[in-house]
C-alpha cells in the first residue's frame, strides 16, 4: 500500500524519483490549487518502468503489511468482538492472537498485490490526469489496487473473523470445513459488503496520505522523514477509519453471521431495528486505534522499504556503467 518518495524541484529531487515537483512551483501558486499537484513532464519523456514498480512495490507491500498486522493483530481481534457480539453480549479477551498465522499467509500476498496494483496504476494514471487534479489519481489506483487484493483479503478476512470469534481453532479447519459447509461460496461471505468497505477506505486513504505528503513537501521544501511519513500515515488512516466504521461493522456481521441477513439491505434494517444507530459505531475506538497506529507503521516500513529499494538499484546502476 504505498506512494512513492517525492521530489520538491528539479534541486532537490533524487534520479530515482517518479513525481517531481517543477522547479518553477511556489507556495503561492500552489495555494492556488484545488489539489495538491506533481508534474510528470520528466516521466512522459521516457515511458515508466512498471514491471520495476510492480516488482518493487510487491516487496515493500509485503514487508510492511507482515509488520502491521504482527503488531496490532490484538486490537483487531477485540474490534472483531465488539462488532460481532449482539446486545450487552459479554465480550472474551482470551485468545487474542488466535488465527495470526493463517491471517499473516493471505495478508502478505494481499498487502504485496495491492501495492504492487497501486503504484504501476497510479504512475500510470498521473500521466492521464492533469495536474490540478492529482487526488483523482491516487483515489483512482487505491481503488484498483484494493479491488486485486480482494480475492485474496476476502477468503483471509473470513477465516480470520471466524477464529477471532472462537468458530474454529485453526486456520486450516477453517478452511476445510467452510468449503465442506457452504462451498467456495462461503469464503467470500460478505465479498460485497467487503468491497463496499474496502474500495473506499483504500481510495481515500491513500488520496489523503498521498496528498498530505505532497502539501507538507511543498511547505518543508525538502524529502520527509521516516516519523513524518509515519505521522501522516497514522492521520490518514485514524480518519479514514473513522468515516468508515459503519460500513465495518456490516462487512463483520455478513462474514461472520451471513447466514442470518439477506443482505446488506437487510443487515442494515436488521441491526437499525434491533439496536438502534449507536450499532453502527461499534468497535470505532479499537477501529481507529488499530488503523491510526497500523497506517503509522504501514507507511513508515513501506517508505523505508521502498528507498532501501531504490538505493540498492542505484548502486546496482551504477556498478553496471563502471
Known amino acids: 500500500m504505498g506512494p512513492p518518495i517525492l521530489a520538491l524541484n528539479s534541486r532537490t529531487s533524487h534520479a530515482n524519483s517518479p513525481d517531481v515537483y517543477p522547479s518553477q ?3 503561492s501558486v500552489a ?12 516521466n512522459k519523456q521516457k515511458p515508466i518502468d512498471f514491471l520495476r514498480i510492480l516488482f518493487e512495490g510487491i516487496i515493500a507491500g509485503g514487508t510492511a503489511g507482515v509488520v502491521v498486522e504482527t503488531a496490532l493483530y490484538p486490537i483487531d481481534t477485540i474490534k472483531t468482538r465488539l462488532q460481532a457480539a449482539h446486545g450487552g453480549a459479554k465480550i472474551h479477551w482470551k485468545g487474542l492472537y488466535s ?9 502478505l500476498p494481499a498487502s504485496a498485490l495491492f501495492v504492487g496494483v497501486y503504484e504501476p496504476a497510479k504512475q500510470k494514471l498521473l500521466t492521464m490526469f492533469p495536474e490540478n487534479l492529482s487526488a483523482f489519481a491516487h483515489l483512482s489506483a487505491g481503488a484498483i489496487g484494493g479491488l486485486a487484493a480482494s480475492l485474496i483479503r476476502v477468503p483471509t478476512e473470513v477465516v480470520k473473523q471466524k477464529m477471532q470469534t472462537g468458530q474454529f481453532s485453526s486456520a ?10 457452504e462451498g467456495s461460496k462461503g469464503l467470500f461471505a460478505g465479498y460485497g459488503s ?5 474500495l473506499p ?10 496528498q498530505m505528503r505532497i502539501g507538507y513537501k511543498t511547505a518543508a521544501k525538502r524529502d520527509l522523514t521516516d516519523p513524518e511519513n509515519a505521522v501522516i500515515g497514522a492521520f490518514a488512516g485514524a480518519v479514514t477509519g473513522a468515516i468508515t466504521t459503519p460500513l465495518d461493522v456490516l462487512k463483520t456481521r455478513l462474514m461472520v453471521q451471513g447466514n442470518q441477513y439477506n443482505g ?8 437499525l431495528r434491533e439496536e438502534g444507530p449507536a450499532a453502527f459505531l461499534k468497535g470505532i ?7 491510526g497506529i497500523g497506517g503509522s507503521i504501514f507507511f513508515g516500513v513501506l517508505e523505508r522499504t521502498k528507498l532501501l529499494l531504490s538505493e540498492q538499484r542505484s548502486k546496482s546502476e551504477s556498478l553496471k556503467e563502471e
Do not use: H
Not at 172 to 181: C, F, G, Q, T
Not at 205 to 210: N, P
Open 201 to 210: 477506505f483504500d481510495a481515500i486513504q491513500f488520496c489523503i496520505y498521498e
Open 172 to 181: 486450516p479447519d477453517a478452511v476445510r470445513l467452510i468449503l465442506s459447509k
Open 99 to 107: 488465527g495470526l498465522a493463517g491471517n499473516l499467509a493471505g495478508v
Open 194 to 198: 467487503f468491497l463496499l468497505r474496502d
Open 285 to 291: 475506538g479499537p477501529r481507529v486505534l488499530w488503523i
Open 31 to 42: 495555494s492556488n490549487r484545488l489539489f495538491a499537484s506533481v508534474s510528470m513532464e520528466e
Open 25 to 27: 512551483m511556489n507556495s
Open 264 to 271: 446488506i439491505i437487510n443487515c442494515a434494517q436488521t441491526i
